[in-house]
C-alpha cells in the first residue's frame, strides 16, 4: 500500500523559515518524481515544486521560485520542502504527492500539514 | 500558464442521478488531463487520468472524456459518499496547473 506522510507544518513569522518532510512507504521511493502541491483552506489546489527521482531535476512555481527549496533523501525515503522568507499568502495545507509516470499526473498523495504564516 | 477553468462551480444532484462537469483548457493539451476527487478535510485523490483512464480502485460509474481543450467528467448513479469537489488538471505543458473545482452536492 503506497503511503505518504507529511510532517513539519506549523505557525511561523512572516520572514521565517519552515521545513517540511514527506515520508514514503509502499513503493520504489527513488524511482518516482514526487511534489508539493498546497491549498489555501477553502480555496482551490496549487502546484508548487518537483523533484525527480535521482534529485538531478527540480522545478518550481514562480511564486516560490528563490525562497523553497525541494530535496529528497533516497535511503529514508522522505523528500523535504526547506521554506525560507515565508509570507503570508504562503499560508496553505501542504500535500506531498507521488507522481504516477513521471508526467506530472499525482496518483497518490499525503494527508497534508498546514503552514499558517503570522504576525 | 495555461489555464483551466471547470464549470458549474457547485452542483446538486438527487441520489441515483448522474452529474456531468466540465473542464476547458485555455490551449491544446492533447488528452494530458487528470480528475482528482477531495472530500471534505481530506486529500484528494486521483479518480481518471489521460482523459478517460480509470486510475486502480476507481468506480466505474466514473468515467471521463475529452481531448484538445474540452474534457468532461461523469459520475452515474451518485451516491452521498461522492459528495466532493472536483478538479481537472493539466499536465501538458509546464507548470502542471489546476482548474478551481466542481463542489457536488445532494440535493
Known amino acids: 500500500e503506497v503511503r505518504l506522510e507529511e510532517s513539519g507544518g506549523d505557525l511561523v513569522q512572516p520572514g521565517g523559515s519552515l521545513r517540511l518532510a514527506c515520508v514514503a512507504s509502499g513503493f520504489t521511493f527513488s524511482s518516482y518524481w514526487m511534489h508539493w502541491v498546497r491549498q489555501v483552506p477553502g480555496k482551490g489546489l496549487v502546484w508548487v515544486s518537483r523533484?525527480?527521482?535521482?534529485?538531478?531535476?527540480?522545478a518550481y512555481a514562480d511564486s516560490v521560485r528563490g525562497r523553497f527549496t525541494v530535496s529528497r533523501d533516497n535511503a529514508k525515503n522522505t523528500i523535504y520542502l526547506q521554506m525560507n522568507n515565508l509570507r503570508v499568502e504562503d499560508t496553505a495545507v501542504y500535500y506531498c504527492?507521488?507522481?504516477?509516470?513521471?508526467?506530472?499526473?499525482?496518483?497518490?498523495w499525503g494527508q497534508g500539514t498546514l503552514v499558517s504564516v503570522s504576525s | 500558464d495555461i489555464q483551466m477553468t471547470q464549470s458549474p462551480s457547485s452542483v446538486s444532484v438527487s441520489v441515483g442521478d448522474s452529474v456531468t462537469m466540465t473542464c476547458r483548457a485555455s490551449q491544446n493539451i492533447g488528452n494530458w488531463l487528470a480528475w482528482y476527487q477531495q472530500k471534505p478535510g481530506k486529500a484528494p485523490k486521483l479518480l481518471i487520468y489521460s482523459a478517460s483512464s480509470l486510475h486502480t480502485g476507481v468506480s466505474l460509474s466514473v468515467s471521463g472524456s475529452g481531448f484538445g481543450t474540452d474534457f468532461t467528467l461523469t459520475i452515474n448513479n451518485l451516491q452521498p459518499e461522492d459528495v466532493a469537489t472536483y478538479y481537472c488538471?493539466?499536465?501538458?505543458?509546464?507548470?502542471?496547473?489546476f482548474g478551481g473545482g466542481t463542489k457536488v452536492e445532494i440535493k
Open positions: 504527492a507521488r507522481d504516477r509516470e513521471n508526467y506530472d499526473t499525482l496518483d497518490y
Open positions: 488538471q493539466q499536465s501538458n505543458s509546464f507548470p502542471p496547473t
Open positions: 523533484i525527480h527521482g535521482d534529485s538531478v531535476s527540480t
